[in-house]
């Protein structure tokens, strides 16, 4: 009661002393920090805007202390991380190497994090009280459970994505679908596929499409339906009627150049920082190395302890390198580990990847990751892990600035090829520098173009008036399935009743003519005529 009433007189003074900003209540439960570097820029720069912010998140912007006087933070994290290391981060590394199988594992372990956090306290609080009103309430996209909050706030809703559009994101905006053209970024190959990759593909697609209907959509409403306050909640199919626009951190180039309503907006880049100096220890390494270096990470996500033998398969490779190795190692002690080879639990990579020493990036493929190899123009060696880091890595190879390993299967030679080809073939840093170029050429800066739309929301209340004649249709309705229907029926009808009249009527009359031409035709050359008319003959 006292955790309530403490948020209420909160809401109280800050609406008193910020008159002028809008309300934003801002939910982001995914407990991977990487993707928090997009959602935290933008609750940054609301906040120096004017804005009031309310924030439920997993990794708070600013520490206990320093919370600037327009933000309310509520943080989620410990739960959060709980559930995420044991339903996520170290059991997925034991599921068979199967998309469709690693999707289900993760949204029905999404579905809980976001279930576990409707319940703390302060997060009811913000849920139950009726009397703050928000003007805008922005989610991520990817935690689709957190759309049932729009019920209980009626305020417009802006889906924001780290990365590129998953599940049925652009369905729901009305953006074209097509699984091969442009496909879902939850999918492991999108290039150079033969017919019968290109069948399992689609196979692939239409078993995500239904996995997400039934775990994310079905599964939400029934995960909460015990729940008294979400007992009122309607179906997600609805509620996703709530999201009147969508940012995605991705660039249209790298989206493969899908066409979108004006509803989807994108923001590539938006996490991007000023360079700063690299530390002493670090630049005197790069400074040191005669034949460059090579940069390893594979993110935030992923617990390398289970994949030991595949990481002994990389040191070894390593040792057999001519180049100095940067590893970001999540412990002290990495066992096996060559002299050619530095670790460290952190590294400034955005920085460090814009050394001129450092030859090339291997990576598990994560887009922060991936953005900031393009904007350094360092060429990429990608061994996927989960999620959407395969198609990142086929991109890799589709512009020509890396190439994609798997992790099941990498050798140490395969390893060493890979390095040598990336470092002796300038193609792929001309490429990616070239890339470079194309997607920081753009009228506005991503975080400019972010906060012009969000004020364009609060503006106008919202942007429904945006919303695509196709958006959250289902198949049945954008395909006209029932027209089609009606259609394939009457023609059918119209063909068989045709069928009908001329068995009926005009083929007996067509017969009865022929019979008489056969008739005097056999007189006229004594061939054979019907039976029929050759009794008849007997009679004349």
């Not at 995420?84 to 998309?99: C, H, L």
């Not at 999707?103 to 809980?112: G, H, R």
């Not at 990751?369 to 989960?386: N, Q, R, Y």
Request: proline fraction near 6%; glycine fraction near 4%; charge should be neutral.
């Amino acid at each position: 009661m006292f955790v309530r009433f403490r948020i209420i007189v909160e809401f109280i003074l800050l609406s008193l002393t910020m008159a002028n900003g809008a309300r934003i209540l801002a939910v982001f439960s995914n407990p991977s920090y990487s993707h928090h570097q997009v959602f935290n820029c933008l609750v940054d720069a609301y906040l120096e805007q004017g804005h009031q912010v309310v924030v439920i998140t997993a990794y708070p912007v600013y520490p206990k202390g320093q919370v600037p006087r327009n933000l309310t933070q509520i943080d989620i994290k410990e739960i959060s991380l709980k559930i995420w290391d044991e339903e996520i981060s170290k059991p997925i590394a034991n599921k068979e190497n199967n998309i469709v199988t690693l999707c289900t594992y993760s949204l029905t372990s999404f579905v809980k994090i976001v279930k576990k956090q409707f319940e703390i306290e302060e997060v009811k609080a913000i849920i139950e009280n009726k009397n703050i009103t928000y003007d805008l309430i922005v989610t991520e996209s990817l935690m689709k459970t957190n759309l049932m909050i729009s019920h209980f706030h009626k305020a417009p809703v802006l889906e924001i994505n780290s990365f590129g559009p998953v599940y049925r994101d652009m369905e729901n905006f009305g953006a074209p679908e097509q699984p091969l053209l442009y496909p879902n970024c939850m999918r492991k190959r999108l290039i150079n596929l033969t017919l019968f990759e290109e069948i399992s593909e689609l196979h692939v697609d239409l078993s995500l499409q239904r996995l997400i209907y039934n775990v994310l959509y079905l599964g939400s409403n029934n995960a909460m339906k015990n729940t008294p306050e979400f007992n009122s909640v309607p179906a997600m199919e609805i509620l996703q009627n709530n999201a009147q626009m969508l940012y995605l951190n991705t660039h249209p180039i790298w989206d493969g150049i899908r066409p979108v309503p004006l509803s989807v907006v994108y923001i590539y880049g938006i996490h991007k920082k000023p360079y700063e100096e690299l530390p002493k220890n670090i630049s005197s390494y790069l400074e040191a190395s005669v034949n460059g270096v090579v940069y390893v990470s594979f993110g935030t996500t992923a617990d390398l302890s289970l994949y030991s033998a595949k990481i002994q398969v990389l040191l070894n490779a390593f040792s057999k390198l001519p180049y100095d190795i940067l590893f970001k190692w999540p412990k002290d002690e990495l066992p096996g580990k060559p002299d050619n080879v530095k670790i460290a639990k952190w590294f400034p990579q955005a920085d460090l990847l814009k050394h001129p020493k450092v030859k090339v990036f291997i990576t598990q493929g994560g887009i922060q990751s991936t953005d900031e190899a393009i904007d350094a123009g360092v060429p990429l060696i990608g061994i996927p892990l989960i999620w959407d880091q395969w198609a990142s890595t086929e991109r890799y190879m589709r512009h020509g600035i890396g190439i994609k390993l798997e992790m099941n299967t990498i050798t140490e030679e395969l390893i060493i090829n890979a390095v040598t080809t990336i470092i002796s073939d300038s193609s792929y840093r001309r490429n990616i520098v070239r890339l470079r170029a194309l997607l920081w050429d753009a009228p506005q800066q991503p975080l400019e173009r972010a906060l012009w739309w969000t004020r364009y929301m609060l503006r106008h209340g919202g942007a429904s008036h945006l919303r695509a004649p196709a958006a959250n249709m289902s198949y049945a309705e954008f395909f006209e399935v029932e027209l089609f229907l009606i259609l394939f029926a009457s023609s059918t009808t119209l063909i068989l009743c045709t069928i009908f009249i001329c068995m009926k009527y005009l083929i007996p009359t067509f017969n009865f003519g022929l019979d008489w031409y056969a008739y005097g035709q056999g007189f006229q050359s004594n061939q054979m005529v019907s039976p029929r008319l050759k009794a008849s003959t007997y009679f004349v």
